[in-house]
């Protein structure tokens, strides 16, 4: 049986960053990353909207405050270094009422306690940086807000994965843990230490190790459409003020890398982990256990998901999703927005006791694993200081 010191579970960005920082602490460890897929970037960390985070919507406590800002440094510095293209295109938070102004007040406040730049434009500022832009009397300019093509970065990274000796399996999945070596699809595996960054999958593995007994995911389809007049290209990303007590930011304008934009992503209820299109890669228990934890929340205990669930399912509707994307840019027309782009899905982690959405980054583990459960937006922004901080906790009693 092949022996580790370090085996990592999933070489999403946070699964390549911890197997890099753990490289740089404990040069001489034999460490091994497994993989499901035939290739890196499959899941979340290759279908994201690829915005590098400035770092204002998260309260001061919590653990996505800790990490955007020097993440956001820290990846924007990488990029340069290693000529991965990156544009540096800011971002406008727009406001459509009253009620947003008062969120964008908060996220004020919130970009103050994080040390973040984040400026009070008038209407008028705001169109001198994008001169289609919508708001009700004033919006928020984030002038570090950055995108990239997450593809580029992650193959970079497999890159530095691969020079430094650490090997990468792939097409290898996870089955079970027998207390002291995992079962793979490829046999049985031993490690002295154990890190689960499964992505989707993070809390079934986690419970196999006695771990995520709290908790499961419930994932969340983003959709977004492609915008295809080439006159319409807008000079930075502009986003609504988000309902500050879910996790995701609304349906918004994204730049991408070469210069055009989409709009989305939705966050629809998925009915199984990898719902990405029709059928494909349907699992009866998933659909099961997911439709039961979805309806309950639906039926019983949680108006913010009730709401959230009937007003995303709309979104499935191209009309709706660009009446929203509308009320933030001038000149945003059906026509324009007929392609949909490659979806992604969201592992959001369900606390089944609270009946609530997390909103922070959760971790657990104990001397033998360690389990990085709710590595949501804005996780690929936050990978190299939030991998920094899982390696400081290898072998530690943790419940985070
Ligand atoms: C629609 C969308 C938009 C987003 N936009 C942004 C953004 O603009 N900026 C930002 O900072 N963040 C964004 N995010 C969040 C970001 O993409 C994620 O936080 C991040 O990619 C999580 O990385 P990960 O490594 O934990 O997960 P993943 O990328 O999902 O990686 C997990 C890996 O584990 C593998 N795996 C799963 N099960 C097994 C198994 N049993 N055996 C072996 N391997 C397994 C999977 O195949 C996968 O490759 C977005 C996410 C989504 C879905």
Redo the contacts with the bound molecule.
């Keep these: 049986m092949d022996k580790y010191e370090f085996v990592i ?7 390549l960053s911890v197997a890099l920082e753990i490289r740089k602490k404990r040069p001489g460890s034999k460490i091994l990353i ?4 035939e290739s ?1 970037g ?12 400035a770092g204002f919507y998260y309260t001061a406590d919590s653990l996505k405050a800790k990490f955007t800002r020097l993440g956001n440094e820290y990846l924007k510095a990488y990029c340069s270094k290693k000529n991965i293209r990156i544009n540096h295109c800011g971002k406008l938070v727009v406001t459509k009422d009253e009620a947003d102004l008062n969120s964008l007040n908060e996220l004020f406040l919130r970009a103050e306690k994080n040390k973040v730049v984040f400026q009070e434009y008038s209407l008028s500022q705001a169109q001198k940086i994008e001169p289609r832009v919508l708001t009700y009397k004033k919006a928020g300019w984030s002038p570090n807000t950055s995108v990239v093509n ?1 593809n580029e970065v992650l193959k970079s990274l497999v890159a530095d994965v691969e020079a430094s000796g650490i090997s990468i399996k792939y097409n ?4 079970a843990f027998d207390g002291k070596s995992i079962l793979t699809s490829s046999g049985p595996v031993q490690s002295d230490f154990y890190i689960n ?6 809390d079934k ?1 986690a419970k196999d190790f006695g771990f995520s007994q709290n908790f499961t995911i419930l994932p969340f389809k ?1 959709l977004y459409l492609s915008c295809t007049s080439k006159n319409k290209k807008l000079n930075t990303n502009i986003y609504p003020v988000p309902n500050l007590n879910n996790p995701f930011l609304g349906v918004h304008h ?1 730049i991408t890398i070469d210069g055009s934009s989409k709009i989305g ?1 939705t966050a629809i209820p998925a009915f199984w982990r990898e719902h990405y299109d029709g059928l494909q890669r349907f699992n009866l228990s998933e659909f099961a256990s997911i439709t039961k934890e979805e309806m309950r929340l639906f039926f019983n205990s949680d108006p913010t998901f009730r709401t959230l669930a009937f007003e995303e399912i709309k979104k499935y509707s191209k009309k709706k999703l660009v009446r929203e994307a509308a009320l933030q840019a001038s000149g945003v027309d059906l026509k324009d927005y007929q392609v949909w782009c490659k ?5 959001q982690l369900l606390n089944v006791k609270t009946k609530k959405l997390e909103m922070d980054f959760k971790i657990e583990g104990d001397s033998k694993s360690l389990h ?1 459960l709710n ?8 990978s190299q200081p939030f991998s920094e901080y899982i390696c400081e906790l290898i072998g530690q009693e943790v419940k985070i």
Aim: charged share 10%; glycine share 16%; net charge positive.
């Design positions: 579970i999933g070489a999403g960005i946070i699964g497994i993989e499901k897929e890196v499959c899941h979340a960390s290759g279908r994201n909207s690829g915005v590098l985070h997450p290898v999945q996870y089955k960054t499964a992505g989707l999958y993070a593995i983003g994204t992503p979806p992604g899905i969201r592992a990085v590595a949501v937006s804005p996780a690929f922004t936050c």
